[in-house]
């Protein structure tokens, strides 16, 4: 958001009726998202201030360089801009932020007060990439043991480091139970550390079909427990429908929207592979648009 933006949360259970409101007075509108129940929140362009507000909408806080532009030509702020310029030439050479990505939140707390004794803390002066360099040799052999995937780097003003731990500091409990498909879908990745895997890419499976089994026959004919732990994602399939009254909006105007109005249904975290119209159509008095989707997602869940 370059330029500026006014931050606009509103309540509402008739969201359609105020995009449509905000289509007809011309409203640019941006990162449309529901954060709660009836809850919304959006962005609309700062110069648009007066339309937004002819809708009776409330503003919680504006962002962006014209935003403080404003508040500059609003009275004598000259002392404060001069601070504000110096503050942004000063402070991206020193850490604001430091940052420690990993699994294990006593290793994360060690790994701090470790940072603290080599003296790289806020308001430090940024590290240069040979200073990094021998803290990532520092910090692998004192924690030989424990890490297994390091990474140090700065973003900005911000220290981070990632890790993941060494397989031999995990305590991990093994399981034995069946791991099975949540759902109909066909295999698309497999990462199985423990387990007899009965499924192969490109499978198709059944809801409750099992995918790694906790069974293997040995040499001898016996069968013998073995403990199951993996992942296995798979390509899922879903249909959406949405559907507006033909007195609201026109069939070449109501697509759009109706595309909108799909996609606020897929779930957040969803990772979509293909997105395709299965129907655009007029049925009854209603425009109706139908979605074909393409999900990709963990389909291994233990059997109960």
Excluded: W
């Excluded at 008739?14 to 011309?26: A, F, N, P, R």
């Excluded at 409750?208 to 403990?227: V, W, Y």
């Excluded at 507006?244 to 957040?268: C, H, N, V, W």
């Excluded at 990772?271 to 648009?289: A, Q, T």
């Amino acid at each position: 958001m370059k330029l500026g933006y006014d931050e606009i949360v509103v309540t509402t259970d008739h969201i359609d009726d105020l995009l449509l409101q905000m289509k007809e007075k011309h409203i640019s509108l941006y990162s449309l998202r529901k954060i709660d129940h009836q809850v919304y929140r959006f962005y609309t362009p700062i110069y648009q201030r007066h339309k937004v507000k002819a809708c009776h909408l409330s503003i919680k806080r504006s962002i962006g360089v014209f935003h403080y532009l404003l508040l500059l030509v609003k009275g004598d702020y000259l002392f404060l801009t001069l601070s504000f310029i110096l503050t942004l030439m000063i402070l991206p050479s020193f850490i604001l932020k430091i940052k420690i990505d990993g699994p294990n939140h006593q290793l994360n707390q060690r790994l701090s007060s470790y940072l603290d004794k080599q003296n790289i803390t806020i308001l430090k002066k940024q590290m240069s990439y040979s200073q990094i360099d021998h803290l990532y040799e520092l910090i692998k052999d004192d924690y030989l043991k424990e890490i297994d995937y390091l990474n140090i780097y700065q973003n900005g003003c911000v220290f981070h480091i990632r890790y993941s731990q060494a397989i031999t500091s995990q305590k991990v409990k093994e399981k034995y139970c069946n791991i099975v498909s949540k759902c109909d879908a066909i295999v698309q990745s497999i990462e199985v550390a423990q387990g007899n895997i009965l499924v192969k890419v490109n499978d198709y499976v059944k809801k409750g079909d099992i995918l790694i089994s906790n069974e293997i026959e040995s040499t001898d004919g016996k069968i013998q427990m073995i403990p199951t732990y993996g992942i296995i994602k798979g390509y899922t399939y879903h249909i959406y429908t949405s559907s507006i009254d033909l007195k609201r909006l026109k069939k070449e105007d109501g697509f759009s929207y109706l595309l909108f109005k799909t996609r606020m249904q897929i779930p957040a975290n969803a990772k979509i592979d293909k997105e395709k119209v299965l129907s655009y159509d007029i049925i009854g008095k209603k425009l109706v648009l139908k979605m074909y989707y393409v999900f990709i997602e963990e389909i291994s869940v233990e059997e109960k």
